[in-house]
């Protein structure tokens, strides 16, 4: 069978349900910004497959910033999870309800 | 007129259109720049505020001559150009409208004149001629207006200078009270007067008054089955300023204010802007009555016939209540309350005769010698050092002899003695209610007898006899600067209809008036201006003096006949009494007239708990429809909302990613399906 463009969607939507299933079940921090980054790379799939299918390099240019900008964005938000603990001496979400009112 | 005179007038016209601002502007230019700039130096203020007036009235004059067959138009701006109204500010100078701003004016400053010597001890001199010159100009207002829409706003004007005059005295609760009852009762007669004036305007698509009377002339019953009520409605606004039943109750409280006040505003000039206004939009009435569906049955009844009838039953009732009545000021009210109803009935029953102009006539008379006697009254009170009370004086005609022979004029005048003014205006008011409506002749005769006697009774109780008390006994003539006004005032009171004058209202009136004999024939042809009049004034004196007898005997008889009767009952009654003999003899009639058929009592018995009763109602339907339901309702359930929505703000990350993932699930779901 000839690998078609519906086979990336397809892997590139489980990726992304993997993703936000960890996003949403895991209670770490760390973990839930794993699955943030998988669920990023799984557009990034999908947008690679778009343009090899649309002889179109559109969606390429479109993953290279995506990559770059989540570089600077997980040096951030990995920083922001160190001050985080460096406070409060825990990286869990349930730990983390100071937003209720 | 031919074309070329025409073009003559309308060139004239716009040459003068200043001089009729200038009019109009005097009294309110120097009244405001000597209240801003020289309150505090009373003297200046108040020559200033007379000077006002003053050339006022010089200016009255000229436009009084120039002003001719043709009304001069002097729009001066679009106030509110709204598609379908344009509401102008502009003055309509023609005859009736110059003749009114001169009878104001010339009012206006020998009270004015008066007032410094009434006034002369009074700490807030200069507020009061302030307030006189406001007063002043919106009366002016009303009368040089060529719009329905700007007499409405002076009106109200006027309607806030009386309410600040009546009150000037505020220190006194009776004065605020009575300000403010007057104020009231003007206002609900001003509601109707607005309502009138947009069912004209509904009906014609124009407030301009040359455009309504051209309008009216072409189509008179362009209001269609509107036609009597809006008559009415508008009537009802002179309803309130001329203090007819059942709106009368004001004008007796409003005597609260300064006597020159109530001589200026109060008989002269404020109170006859209603009869004036009926004048004004007289084309109104000359419609046949027509009513909407539901009014079917008062079939043909046209407002002119109504507004005659309640002026005919004021004028009885008011000269019935004057009758005992012992204040001298609220005698003279009753009197002036009565002489209203007098026009306001010729100015009805004229509607069935195509003109107003016997009781503009009246109107006009009676200005100069209400005036008077009220300005008499105000010597005779300022002598006797703030009495008021007639059986209080008594043997004043040594003590002031002018004041006492001013007002002995006044009372002829007024009772309609020949030849004084009074008997020839009141003649055409009989002559008028004859040819219309018999019952209202015979109660307009009787109200005739009623005014001979209590102005004779006055007379005779405060002037005559003995003086009753301390202050009677010591009183004395008053300053010169009160005397000469009431010399002044007492010669148009005797003299003024011996002019041709019933017949130049009639022609400024458009109708074809009652003439007396010479009289009429020469002013049929009335040409434009001032200098005729002085030539017509020899046939024209010798037709007014005796014109009565000759051009409808049975009135001017009856007109006599009711001096007659009304003095000499006077005389029996009051000739030697030191108190009133007629409680006695009347008994509880007595009371009921002395209590003015108990008005005041039976408006707070009946309407004060009606008001209160609305009020509860409006208060409950604040407080809990609108504040409760409306308000607190609404408040109350968006924090019920706001409390239950709270519990969604769990705090946890997670919970809200999953909710938002469900909810961009479902907005994805139905779009994508």
Not at chain 1, 57 to 76: D, H, K, R, S
Not at chain 2, 258 to 271: C, G, K, N, Q, R
Not at chain 2, 314 to 322: D, E, P, S, Y
Not at chain 2, 572 to 586: I, Q, V
């Amino acid at each position: 069978m000839e690998t078609g463009l519906p086979h990336y969607l397809i892997v590139s939507a489980l990726l992304f349900s993997l993703g936000l299933l960890g996003v949403i079940a895991r209670r770490s921090l760390l973990v839930m910004y794993m699955s943030l980054e998988l669920m990023l790379n799984a557009a990034n799939l999908a947008l690679v497959a778009f343009s090899r299918f649309n002889q179109n390099l559109n969606g390429q240019v479109m993953v290279f910033f995506i990559i770059t900008v989540a570089a600077a964005e997980v040096a951030v938000g990995l920083a922001l999870i160190v001050a985080l603990f460096r406070k409060r001496q825990t990286s869990h979400v349930e730990d983390l309800a100071s937003l209720k009112l | 007129m031919d074309a070329h005179a025409t073009q003559q007038v309308a060139e004239a016209g716009s040459k003068y259109q200043d001089l009729a601002w200038m009019v109009l502007a005097s009294p309110l230019i120097c009244g405001a720049g000597s209240w801003f700039l020289s309150r505090r130096l009373r003297g200046l203020t108040a020559g200033f505020n007379i000077a006002g007036v003053l050339l006022s009235l010089v200016l009255g004059v000229i436009l009084f001559g120039i002003s001719g067959d043709h009304p001069l138009a002097a729009t001066a701006f679009h106030w509110l150009p709204i598609p379908g109204l344009d509401l102008t500010i502009g003055l309509q100078i023609d005859r009736l409208s110059s003749l009114m701003a001169l009878v104001v004016t010339a009012v206006a400053s020998l009270v004015m004149i008066y007032s410094t010597g009434y006034m002369h001890d009074d700490r807030s001199y200069s507020r009061f001629f302030c307030t006189l010159s406001l007063f002043v100009f919106s009366m002016l207002g009303i009368v040089l207006a060529d719009n329905l829409m700007m007499i409405f706003v002076f009106w109200e004007l006027v309607g806030v200078s009386s309410y600040l005059l009546i009150g000037f005295w505020h220190e006194r609760p009776a004065a605020g009270d009575a300000a403010k009852k007057a104020f009231l009762s003007n206002r609900l007669g001003d509601f109707g007067f607005l309502l009138g004036i947009l069912i004209v305007w509904a009906a014609t698509g124009t407030l301009n008054l040359a455009e309504l009377s051209a309008k009216f002339g072409a189509n008179p019953s362009i209001l269609g089955s509107m036609a009597s009520i809006a008559g009415l409605l508008v009537f009802m606004g002179a309803m309130g300023k001329s203090a007819q039943f059942p709106l009368h109750v004001w004008l007796p409280d409003a005597m609260e204010g300064p006597t020159p006040v109530s001589a200026l505003i109060h008989a002269a000039t404020m109170v006859a802007a209603g009869v004036y206004m009926l004048c004004r939009v007289f084309f109104l009435y000359t419609a046949p009555g027509a009513w909407p569906a539901p009014l079917d049955f008062l079939g043909g009844l046209g407002a002119g016939t109504i507004i005659g009838y309640i002026g005919g039953f004021t004028a009885l009732l008011a000269a019935l209540i004057a009758v005992q009545q012992n204040d001298i000021k609220r005698i003279l009210a009753y009197s002036t309350l009565s002489q209203l109803g007098y026009m306001v009935m010729a100015v009805g029953l004229g509607a069935q005769l195509g003109t107003p102009a016997s009781g503009m006539y009246h109107l006009v008379t009676h200005a100069f010698f209400k005036a008077m006697l009220f300005l008499g009254a105000g010597s005779v009170i300022h002598a006797c050092h703030h009495e008021q009370d007639i059986w209080k004086m008594g043997g004043l005609w040594k003590k002031m002899p002018k004041t006492f022979w001013t007002f002995v004029i006044g009372t002829a005048a007024l009772a309609g003695l020949p030849p004084f003014s009074g008997f020839y205006s009141k003649d055409e008011v009989l002559v008028t209610a004859l040819e219309v409506n018999p019952v209202l002749f015979v109660i307009a005769v009787l109200v005739a007898i009623l005014t001979t006697f209590y102005m004779v009774r006055l007379v005779v109780v405060a002037f005559l006899g003995e003086a009753r008390s301390e202050s009677a006994s010591h009183a004395h003539e008053s300053p010169t600067v009160m005397t000469w006004p009431l010399l002044i005032l007492a010669v148009p009171s005797v003299a003024l209809a011996w002019l041709p004058l019933g017949e130049f209202i009639g022609s400024a009136l458009g109708g074809h008036g009652h003439g007396h004999g010479a009289a009429h024939t020469a002013v049929e042809k009335y040409p434009v201006g001032i200098l005729p009049l002085i030539e017509n004034l020899s046939n024209g004196v010798n037709g007014a003096l005796f014109g009565p007898f000759n051009h409808n005997a049975l009135a001017a008889m009856m007109g006599l006949f009711a001096v007659l009767i009304g003095s000499s009952l006077a005389w029996t009654c009051y000739g030697k009494a030191s108190s009133d003999p007629l409680p006695k003899t009347l008994g509880g009639w007595a009371r009921l007239l002395k209590g003015r058929f108990y008005f005041d009592e039976i408006y707070s018995g009946v309407f004060v708990p009606l008001h209160d009763f609305a009020g509860a109602v409006a208060d409950w339907i604040d407080r809990w429809i609108i504040a409760g339901l409306g308000i607190r309702g609404l408040h109350g359930s968006v924090e019920l909302v706001g409390r239950a929505l709270r519990l969604v703000q769990s705090g946890n990350l997670q919970t809200y990613t999953f909710l938002f993932a469900a909810g961009l699930a479902v907005v994805a779901w139905f779009t994508l399906r």
